[in-house]
Protein backbone atom coordinates (compact mmCIF):
# COMPACT_ATOMS: atom_id res chain seq x y z
CA UNK A 1 0.00 0.00 0.00
CA UNK A 2 0.91 3.44 -0.65
CA UNK A 3 1.70 5.98 2.15
CA UNK A 4 2.45 9.68 1.73
CA UNK A 5 4.65 12.05 3.81
CA UNK A 6 3.41 15.77 3.87
CA UNK A 7 6.94 17.68 4.79
CA UNK A 8 7.39 20.77 6.04
CA UNK A 9 9.12 23.27 7.90
CA UNK A 10 7.58 25.69 10.56
CA UNK A 11 7.78 29.43 10.26
CA UNK A 12 9.35 31.32 12.84
CA UNK A 13 6.15 32.62 14.45
CA UNK A 14 5.21 29.07 14.97
CA UNK A 15 3.03 27.97 13.16
CA UNK A 16 3.10 26.84 9.09
CA UNK A 17 2.64 28.91 5.80
CA UNK A 18 0.11 29.45 3.48
CA UNK A 19 2.49 27.47 1.12
CA UNK A 20 2.64 24.40 3.39
CA UNK A 21 -1.14 24.20 4.62
CA UNK A 22 -1.69 24.63 0.45
CA UNK A 23 0.32 21.56 0.04
CA UNK A 24 -1.02 19.49 2.83
CA UNK A 25 -4.44 19.66 1.24
CA UNK A 26 -2.45 18.24 -2.22
CA UNK A 27 -1.02 15.54 0.02
CA UNK A 28 -4.41 14.68 2.02
CA UNK A 29 -6.28 14.28 -1.52
CA UNK A 30 -3.55 12.14 -2.86
CA UNK A 31 -3.83 9.56 0.53
CA UNK A 32 -7.53 9.26 0.61
CA UNK A 33 -7.42 9.10 -3.70
CA UNK A 34 -5.51 5.92 -3.16
CA UNK A 35 -6.86 4.77 -0.06
CA UNK A 36 -3.34 5.33 1.71
CA UNK A 37 -1.50 6.64 5.04
CA UNK A 38 -1.06 9.94 5.57
CA UNK A 39 2.26 10.61 7.55
CA UNK A 40 3.33 14.22 8.33
CA UNK A 41 7.23 15.18 8.84
CA UNK A 42 7.73 18.40 10.33
CA UNK A 43 11.43 19.88 10.46
CA UNK A 44 12.45 23.73 12.66
CA UNK A 45 13.16 25.27 15.28
CA UNK A 46 10.01 24.77 17.10
CA UNK A 47 7.63 22.33 15.74
CA UNK A 48 4.85 22.01 18.20
CA UNK A 49 2.52 25.28 16.77
CA UNK A 50 2.86 23.66 13.24
CA UNK A 51 1.98 20.47 14.38
CA UNK A 52 -1.07 21.70 16.53
CA UNK A 53 -2.07 24.28 13.43
CA UNK A 54 -2.95 20.76 11.43
CA UNK A 55 -3.44 18.08 14.09
CA UNK A 56 -6.54 17.15 12.37
CA UNK A 57 -5.24 16.06 9.47
CA UNK A 58 -5.83 12.68 10.00
CA UNK A 59 -2.44 11.51 9.62
CA UNK A 60 -1.90 8.27 11.27
CA UNK A 61 1.58 9.64 12.46
CA UNK A 62 3.05 13.13 13.07
CA UNK A 63 7.35 12.84 12.61
CA UNK A 64 9.57 15.91 13.95
CA UNK A 65 12.94 17.07 13.46
CA UNK A 66 12.90 19.86 15.75
CA UNK A 67 15.80 21.92 17.66
CA UNK A 68 17.73 24.99 17.29
CA UNK A 69 20.23 23.40 14.96
CA UNK A 70 17.16 23.41 12.34
CA UNK A 71 15.88 26.94 13.23
CA UNK A 72 17.38 28.43 10.28
CA UNK A 73 17.29 27.47 6.50
CA UNK A 74 20.63 25.67 5.84
CA UNK A 75 21.40 23.33 3.12
CA UNK A 76 23.39 20.73 5.33
CA UNK A 77 21.19 20.72 8.20
CA UNK A 78 17.38 20.28 5.62
CA UNK A 79 18.59 17.93 3.81
CA UNK A 80 19.66 16.31 6.67
CA UNK A 81 16.43 16.23 8.60
CA UNK A 82 14.24 15.93 5.20
CA UNK A 83 16.33 12.60 4.27
CA UNK A 84 15.80 11.19 8.10
CA UNK A 85 11.79 12.61 8.52
CA UNK A 86 11.00 10.46 4.87
CA UNK A 87 13.62 7.47 5.98
CA UNK A 88 11.52 7.32 9.03
CA UNK A 89 7.97 7.12 7.10
CA UNK A 90 8.66 4.76 5.03
CA UNK A 91 6.80 7.23 2.38
CA UNK A 92 6.40 6.58 -1.22
CA UNK A 93 5.16 9.57 -2.07
CA UNK A 94 6.59 12.69 -0.69
CA UNK A 95 4.79 15.95 -1.06
CA UNK A 96 5.63 19.60 -0.02
CA UNK A 97 5.20 23.29 -0.64
CA UNK A 98 7.77 24.61 -3.62
CA UNK A 99 8.78 27.51 -1.55
CA UNK A 100 12.47 28.70 -1.25
CA UNK A 101 13.88 26.53 1.93
CA UNK A 102 12.16 23.21 0.67
CA UNK A 103 12.90 24.20 -3.03
CA UNK A 104 16.75 24.59 -1.89
CA UNK A 105 17.35 21.09 -0.67
CA UNK A 106 14.46 18.77 -2.29
CA UNK A 107 16.33 17.63 -5.28
CA UNK A 108 19.23 16.75 -3.17
CA UNK A 109 17.51 14.60 -0.48
CA UNK A 110 15.56 12.75 -3.80
CA UNK A 111 19.43 11.56 -4.78
CA UNK A 112 20.06 10.66 -0.68
CA UNK A 113 17.11 8.56 -1.17
CA UNK A 114 18.24 7.08 -4.59
CA UNK A 115 14.57 8.18 -5.75
CA UNK A 116 12.62 11.05 -8.15
CA UNK A 117 11.71 14.68 -7.98
CA UNK A 118 9.32 16.66 -9.77
CA UNK A 119 9.27 20.35 -8.34
CA UNK A 120 6.46 23.27 -9.23
CA UNK A 121 3.72 20.89 -9.70
CA UNK A 122 0.34 22.64 -10.34
CA UNK A 123 -2.01 19.57 -10.00
CA UNK A 124 -1.66 16.28 -7.79
CA UNK A 125 -4.77 13.54 -8.28
CA UNK A 126 -5.30 9.64 -8.65
CA UNK A 127 -5.46 8.65 -12.32
CA UNK A 128 -6.08 4.63 -12.42
CA UNK A 129 -5.36 4.15 -9.15
CA UNK A 130 -2.05 5.60 -9.44
CA UNK A 131 -0.77 8.72 -8.75
CA UNK A 132 -0.96 11.78 -11.57
CA UNK A 133 0.84 15.43 -11.34
CA UNK A 134 0.58 18.33 -13.52
CA UNK A 135 3.35 20.73 -13.90
CA UNK A 136 4.09 23.53 -16.83
CA UNK A 137 6.85 23.70 -19.05
CA UNK A 138 8.31 26.07 -21.50
CA UNK A 139 7.57 29.11 -19.55
CA UNK A 140 4.26 28.08 -18.84
CA UNK A 141 2.80 27.51 -22.46
CA UNK A 142 2.50 23.73 -22.03
CA UNK A 143 0.76 21.56 -19.70
CA UNK A 144 2.17 17.55 -19.25
CA UNK A 145 0.27 15.68 -17.21
CA UNK A 146 2.31 12.28 -15.66
CA UNK A 147 2.49 9.41 -13.47
CA UNK A 148 6.30 7.91 -12.13
CA UNK A 149 6.40 4.27 -10.56
CA UNK A 150 9.80 5.11 -9.17
CA UNK A 151 9.71 5.51 -5.36
CA UNK A 152 10.32 7.18 -3.15
CA UNK A 153 8.45 10.35 -5.63
CA UNK A 154 9.39 13.66 -3.99
CA UNK A 155 6.69 16.16 -5.02
CA UNK A 156 6.85 20.41 -4.21
CA UNK A 157 3.87 21.72 -5.35
CA UNK A 158 3.27 25.41 -6.12
CA UNK A 159 1.23 28.10 -3.93
CA UNK A 160 -2.14 29.20 -5.10
CA UNK A 161 -3.42 25.37 -6.88
CA UNK A 162 -5.07 24.23 -3.82
CA UNK A 163 -7.12 25.10 -0.52
CA UNK A 164 -4.65 26.04 2.92
CA UNK A 165 -5.56 22.84 4.96
CA UNK A 166 -7.65 24.22 8.03
CA UNK A 167 -8.17 21.57 10.87
CA UNK A 168 -6.19 22.21 13.93
CA UNK A 169 -6.13 19.56 16.80
CA UNK A 170 -3.55 18.51 19.82
CA UNK A 171 -0.71 16.33 18.71
CA UNK A 172 2.52 15.03 20.43
CA UNK A 173 5.20 14.55 17.29
CA UNK A 174 7.41 11.96 17.66
CA UNK A 175 10.84 12.72 17.65
CA UNK A 176 12.99 11.32 14.71
CA UNK A 177 16.81 11.23 15.07
CA UNK A 178 18.90 13.27 12.86
CA UNK A 179 22.74 12.31 12.27
CA UNK A 180 24.24 15.54 11.53
CA UNK A 181 28.27 16.12 11.54
CA UNK A 182 29.94 19.24 12.65
CA UNK A 183 30.63 20.17 9.22
CA UNK A 184 26.62 20.53 8.64
CA UNK A 185 26.84 22.80 11.39
CA UNK A 186 29.68 24.72 10.27
CA UNK A 187 27.27 27.62 7.90
CA UNK A 188 26.00 30.01 10.68
CA UNK A 189 22.90 32.16 9.97
CA UNK A 190 23.95 35.62 12.16
CA UNK A 191 20.88 37.71 10.69
CA UNK A 192 18.26 38.66 8.27
CA UNK A 193 18.59 41.73 6.21
CA UNK A 194 15.03 41.99 4.59
CA UNK A 195 13.18 45.12 3.36
CA UNK A 196 10.83 46.87 5.41
CA UNK A 197 7.00 45.88 3.94
CA UNK A 198 6.54 48.85 2.15
CA UNK A 199 10.04 48.94 0.45
CA UNK A 200 8.74 44.85 -0.12
CA UNK A 201 6.71 45.80 -3.58
CA UNK A 202 6.21 41.73 -4.69
CA UNK A 203 3.94 40.57 -2.44
CA UNK A 204 2.65 37.10 -3.75
CA UNK A 205 -0.05 36.78 -1.74
CA UNK A 206 -1.92 40.21 -2.71
CA UNK A 207 -5.49 40.45 -3.89
CA UNK A 208 -3.99 42.58 -6.66
CA UNK A 209 -1.18 42.74 -9.36
CA UNK A 210 -0.40 45.95 -10.42
CA UNK A 211 1.21 46.14 -13.53
CA UNK A 212 3.22 48.89 -14.39
CA UNK A 213 4.33 49.61 -18.39
CA UNK A 214 6.83 51.61 -20.04
CA UNK A 215 4.49 54.08 -21.03
CA UNK A 216 5.00 55.07 -17.43
CA UNK A 217 8.68 56.47 -18.72
CA UNK A 218 6.90 57.98 -22.43
CA UNK A 219 6.69 61.14 -23.64
CA UNK A 220 3.16 62.44 -22.69
CA UNK A 221 0.48 64.83 -24.17
CA UNK A 222 2.95 67.83 -23.41
CA UNK A 223 5.33 66.63 -25.14
CA UNK A 224 7.66 66.01 -21.85
CA UNK A 225 8.06 63.05 -19.53
CA UNK A 226 7.10 62.68 -16.30
CA UNK A 227 9.31 59.58 -14.67
CA UNK A 228 8.99 61.20 -11.05
CA UNK A 229 5.34 62.17 -11.42
CA UNK A 230 4.62 58.41 -12.38
CA UNK A 231 7.36 56.97 -9.58
CA UNK A 232 5.36 58.52 -6.98
CA UNK A 233 1.87 57.22 -7.82
CA UNK A 234 2.39 53.88 -8.46
CA UNK A 235 3.96 54.04 -4.88
CA UNK A 236 1.06 55.52 -3.53
CA UNK A 237 -1.37 53.05 -5.47
CA UNK A 238 0.74 50.61 -3.95
CA UNK A 239 1.30 51.12 -0.10
CA UNK A 240 -2.71 51.60 -0.43
CA UNK A 241 -3.94 48.65 -1.52
CA UNK A 242 -0.79 46.69 -0.95
CA UNK A 243 -1.26 45.51 -3.95
CA UNK A 244 1.84 43.71 -5.62
CA UNK A 245 3.90 45.11 -7.92
CA UNK A 246 5.16 43.90 -11.70
CA UNK A 247 5.83 45.17 -14.80
CA UNK A 248 6.46 44.41 -18.46
CA UNK A 249 9.88 44.24 -19.86
CA UNK A 250 10.25 47.47 -21.37
CA UNK A 251 10.05 49.03 -18.80
CA UNK A 252 12.43 47.27 -16.53
CA UNK A 253 14.71 47.32 -19.92
CA UNK A 254 15.09 50.93 -19.85
CA UNK A 255 17.61 51.17 -16.92
CA UNK A 256 20.20 49.16 -18.88
CA UNK A 257 19.55 52.06 -21.28
CA UNK A 258 20.29 54.85 -19.24
CA UNK A 259 16.63 56.67 -19.58
CA UNK A 260 15.45 57.96 -16.41
CA UNK A 261 13.81 54.87 -14.45
CA UNK A 262 11.36 54.00 -11.91
CA UNK A 263 13.69 53.33 -9.33
CA UNK A 264 12.22 51.16 -7.23
CA UNK A 265 11.96 48.20 -10.39
CA UNK A 266 13.99 45.66 -10.90
CA UNK A 267 14.11 42.71 -13.18
CA UNK A 268 12.20 40.57 -10.78
CA UNK A 269 9.46 42.50 -11.12
CA UNK A 270 8.93 41.72 -14.97
CA UNK A 271 5.85 39.54 -15.79
CA UNK A 272 5.80 37.04 -18.97
CA UNK A 273 7.77 34.65 -21.06
CA UNK A 274 10.71 35.55 -19.96
CA UNK A 275 9.68 36.92 -16.73
CA UNK A 276 7.74 35.51 -13.43
CA UNK A 277 4.11 33.78 -14.22
CA UNK A 278 2.50 35.27 -10.57
CA UNK A 279 -1.14 33.88 -9.24
CA UNK A 280 -3.12 36.74 -8.01
CA UNK A 281 -7.21 36.76 -8.11
CA UNK A 282 -7.11 40.07 -9.98
CA UNK A 283 -4.77 42.03 -12.14
CA UNK A 284 -4.50 46.02 -13.85
CA UNK A 285 -2.00 46.95 -16.06
CA UNK A 286 -1.18 50.27 -16.76
CA UNK A 287 0.74 51.70 -19.08
CA UNK A 288 1.48 48.30 -20.82
CA UNK A 289 1.00 47.17 -24.26
CA UNK A 290 -0.29 43.73 -24.04
CA UNK A 291 1.89 41.92 -26.16
CA UNK A 292 1.52 38.02 -25.89
CA UNK A 293 4.84 38.30 -24.59
CA UNK A 294 3.98 40.22 -21.86
CA UNK A 295 0.08 38.42 -20.98
CA UNK A 296 1.46 34.80 -21.58
CA UNK A 297 2.84 35.75 -18.11
CA UNK A 298 -1.16 36.94 -16.69
CA UNK A 299 -1.66 32.84 -17.33
CA UNK A 300 -2.83 32.21 -14.15
CA UNK A 301 -4.20 35.96 -12.88
CA UNK A 302 -8.08 35.65 -12.64
CA UNK A 303 -9.71 39.06 -13.53
CA UNK A 304 -8.15 40.67 -16.19
CA UNK A 305 -8.49 44.90 -16.16
CA UNK A 306 -6.01 47.33 -18.41
CA UNK A 307 -5.80 51.09 -18.93
CA UNK A 308 -4.31 52.36 -22.20
CA UNK A 309 -4.75 55.39 -24.24
CA UNK A 310 -4.63 52.98 -27.21
CA UNK A 311 -8.07 51.36 -28.01
CA UNK A 312 -5.90 49.21 -29.98
CA UNK A 313 -3.49 47.94 -27.69
CA UNK A 314 -2.99 43.76 -27.32
CA UNK A 315 -5.72 43.87 -24.35
CA UNK A 316 -8.57 44.85 -26.47
CA UNK A 317 -7.64 42.23 -28.38
CA UNK A 318 -9.23 39.41 -26.10
CA UNK A 319 -6.64 39.41 -23.39
CA UNK A 320 -8.68 41.92 -21.04
CA UNK A 321 -11.95 41.54 -19.55
CA UNK A 322 -12.13 45.35 -18.85
CA UNK A 323 -10.08 47.92 -21.02
CA UNK A 324 -10.06 51.34 -19.58
CA UNK A 325 -9.38 53.83 -22.63
CA UNK A 326 -7.76 56.42 -20.50
CA UNK A 327 -4.73 58.28 -19.12
CA UNK A 328 -2.98 55.91 -16.53
CA UNK A 329 -1.81 59.42 -14.90
CA UNK A 330 -5.05 60.84 -14.59
CA UNK A 331 -6.57 57.38 -13.12
CA UNK A 332 -3.95 56.56 -10.70
CA UNK A 333 -3.80 60.42 -9.03
CA UNK A 334 -7.99 59.64 -8.84
CA UNK A 335 -8.15 56.51 -7.44
CA UNK A 336 -5.68 57.35 -4.87
CA UNK A 337 -6.82 60.34 -3.83
CA UNK A 338 -10.77 58.03 -3.38
CA UNK A 339 -8.21 55.16 -1.34
CA UNK A 340 -6.93 58.46 1.07
CA UNK A 341 -10.86 58.93 1.24
CA UNK A 342 -11.64 55.74 2.21
C1 LIG B 1 11.52 36.44 -26.88
C2 LIG B 1 10.79 37.58 -26.22
C3 LIG B 1 10.49 37.48 -24.88
C4 LIG B 1 9.82 38.54 -24.25
N1 LIG B 1 9.50 38.41 -22.91
C5 LIG B 1 8.77 39.39 -22.32
C6 LIG B 1 8.37 39.28 -20.95
O1 LIG B 1 8.70 38.32 -20.27
N2 LIG B 1 7.65 40.28 -20.42
C7 LIG B 1 7.29 41.41 -21.14
O2 LIG B 1 6.63 42.29 -20.58
N3 LIG B 1 7.67 41.54 -22.41
C8 LIG B 1 8.41 40.57 -23.02
N4 LIG B 1 8.81 40.75 -24.31
C9 LIG B 1 8.61 42.07 -24.93
C10 LIG B 1 7.18 42.31 -25.39
O3 LIG B 1 7.03 41.76 -26.68
C11 LIG B 1 6.89 43.82 -25.44
O4 LIG B 1 7.91 44.45 -26.18
C12 LIG B 1 6.81 44.47 -24.08
O5 LIG B 1 5.94 43.75 -23.25
C13 LIG B 1 6.27 45.89 -24.27
O6 LIG B 1 6.26 46.54 -23.03
P1 LIG B 1 5.22 47.70 -22.75
O7 LIG B 1 3.86 47.24 -23.12
O8 LIG B 1 5.44 48.17 -21.36
O9 LIG B 1 5.74 48.89 -23.66
P2 LIG B 1 5.18 49.54 -24.99
O10 LIG B 1 4.96 48.54 -26.04
O11 LIG B 1 6.08 50.68 -25.27
O12 LIG B 1 3.74 50.08 -24.57
C14 LIG B 1 3.52 51.20 -23.78
C15 LIG B 1 2.03 51.43 -23.73
O13 LIG B 1 1.77 52.50 -22.85
C16 LIG B 1 0.65 53.19 -23.34
N5 LIG B 1 0.63 54.51 -22.70
C17 LIG B 1 1.55 55.53 -22.80
N6 LIG B 1 1.18 56.56 -22.03
C18 LIG B 1 0.02 56.21 -21.43
C19 LIG B 1 -0.84 56.88 -20.51
N7 LIG B 1 -0.59 58.11 -20.06
N8 LIG B 1 -1.94 56.22 -20.09
C20 LIG B 1 -2.22 54.96 -20.53
N9 LIG B 1 -1.45 54.30 -21.41
C21 LIG B 1 -0.33 54.92 -21.84
C22 LIG B 1 0.84 53.21 -24.84
O14 LIG B 1 -0.41 53.41 -25.49
C23 LIG B 1 1.43 51.82 -25.09
O15 LIG B 1 0.41 50.90 -25.42
C24 LIG B 1 9.47 39.71 -24.96
C25 LIG B 1 9.80 39.79 -26.33
C26 LIG B 1 10.45 38.75 -26.94
C27 LIG B 1 10.78 38.87 -28.39
Given at each position: MEKVLFLAHNEEGGGLSRACLEALSAARDLAQGLGAELAV???GGEVSGAAEAIGGCGAACFLA????????SRYASDA???EALCRASGAGLVVAAADSRLSRVLPGVAQRLGGRIDT????????????????????????????????????????????AFDGPGAVEPEPVAVDL????????????????????????DAELLFVAGAGWTKKQADGRTHVKEAEGL??????????????????????????????YLTHLHQVGQTGATPRHPKGLAACC???????VGWRFIGERRAINLDAGCGWAQGKADVLYVADAFEVL???NELLARA
Open positions: GLFAAGPVFASAACHLTGLWVKDGSPAAARWFYRQRMVAEFTRSERPWLMSVESGCFESEACKRTEVLGLETPSADEQTIRPILDFLNRTKASLGSSKSLVDISGEGHEVISHGEEPHVARL
